[in-house]
C-alpha cells in the first residue's frame, strides 16, 4: 500500500496517460518495423518490442499502485507535525549533523541532491509521521539505533 499526497497522486496519473499515449507511438514503430521485412535480423523491431514490453510493466505498476494507494489529507496538518510531503531537517543526536530529509509517498523523480526521501514505511518514515518540531525521535537502523531532533520544518 503507497500512501500518497494529492499532489503526488495527480503527478502519478499524469504520467499514467503519457504512459497510454507512448502505446500508440511505440505500436506505430513495430509496424513500421514490421513492413521493413525480415522480423529475425530487425533491431528496430526488437528494440520496439522491447518497449512496447518496459512500457507495458510500468502501465500495470502504476495501475496497481493507485488502484491500492491511500491518499492523505494535508490541508489539515499542523504548521509544526511531519506528515506527507514535509521537508524536515533533522539533527543526528550523537554526532551533531544536520542533515534535510523529505517524506514522499513515492519516491523517485524529485532528484535533489540536498533532500534525502524517505516513505512512511521506511522506519525513519513511521518515526518521522506526524512528530512535531522539537522532538526526538528514535530509529532502529541496519546500523543500530539512532536519535534524531526534529530541528524545524522547511518551507
Known amino acids: 500500500m503507497d500512501y500518497l499526497s494529492p499532489e503526488e497522486k495527480t503527478r502519478m ?8 499515449r507512448d502505446r500508440r507511438t511505440i505500436t506505430k514503430r513495430i509496424e513500421e518495423a514490421r513492413a521493413m521485412g525480415d522480423l529475425r535480423e530487425n533491431a528496430e523491431y526488437h528494440a520496439a518490442r522491447e518497449d512496447a514490453g518496459h512500457n507495458e510493466a510500468k502501465i500495470r505498476d ?32 550523537d554526532s ?3 542533515v534535510l530529509y ?14 534525502v526521501e ?18 526526538t525521535v528514535r530509529v532502529t537502523l541496519r546500523r543500530g539505533p539512532k536519535r534524531f531532533e526534529i530541528v524545524e520544518i522547511v518551507p
Open 118 to 135: 524517505v516513505t512512511p514505511n521506511s522506519p525513519l518514515g513511521e518515526a518521522l509521521m506526524k512528530a512535531r518540531v522539537g522532538e
Open 62 to 93: 502504476l495501475e496497481r499502485r493507485l488502484a491500492s494507494a491511500v491518499i492523505l489529507d494535508t490541508t489539515t496538518v499542523p504548521p509544526d507535525m511531519v506528515f506527507l510531503g514535509a521537508t524536515v531537517r533533522l539533527r543526528d543526536v
Open 13 to 20: 496519473e499524469a504520467l499514467l496517460k503519457k504512459r497510454h
Open 96 to 98: 551533531d549533523q544536520e
Open 102 to 115: 523529505r517524506l514522499v509517498g513515492d519516491l523517485g523523480d524529485m532528484q535533489d541532491e540536498d533532500v
